[in-house]
């Protein structure tokens, strides 16, 4: 007997203006459906989309891409943004300043997240499970 694998993929372009999290917020919400964890996956990909836009080049008049994988109990969320001169980095309890606090809700919630790419591009993306 074989085993049906359901497979979500969509993917969007959005405008690097803080406007657009509303609209990443509602993409990811129909991409992903009545996922377990869809309040969760939401949250994180708001807050990667807020990070593209206040802290890379895709903030100063660019774009970036929205990718979202689920298949059989995990879902991949994907933030592409244009890069940085500096790294994403997680904001720790009692460090002063806002910068990092969303990824610091990312680490507590995905299961896994990280990122890759630099200066001219970069890929920030987390996995979330639920079986």
């Not at 085993?3 to 959005?14: C, G, M, S």
């Not at 995990?74 to 009692?94: F, I, K, M, Y």
């Not at 910068?99 to 507590?108: H, T």
């Not at 896994?112 to 499970?129: D, Y």
């Amino acid at each position: 007997m074989s085993k049906t694998v359901t497979t979500i993929e969509e993917a969007r372009i959005f405008d690097g203006s803080p406007e657009e999290v509303r609209n990443v917020r509602d993409f990811v919400r129909q991409a992903i459906q009545s996922c377990p964890v869809a309040d969760e996956v939401i949250l994180l990909a708001s807050e990667l989309a807020t990070n593209a836009i206040r802290h890379t080049a895709s903030g100063m008049d660019g774009k970036f891409f929205v990718y979202v994988h689920v298949q059989d109990g995990w879902v991949r969320t994907e933030v592409h943004d244009l890069g940085s001169e500096t790294a994403p980095c997680v904001r720790r309890s009692g460090s002063p300043g806002e910068s990092g606090a969303g990824l610091r809700v990312v680490e507590m919630i995905a299961d896994r997240w990280g990122f890759h790419g630099g200066r001219r591009c970069r890929v920030v993306w987390f996995e979330m499970s639920w079986r």
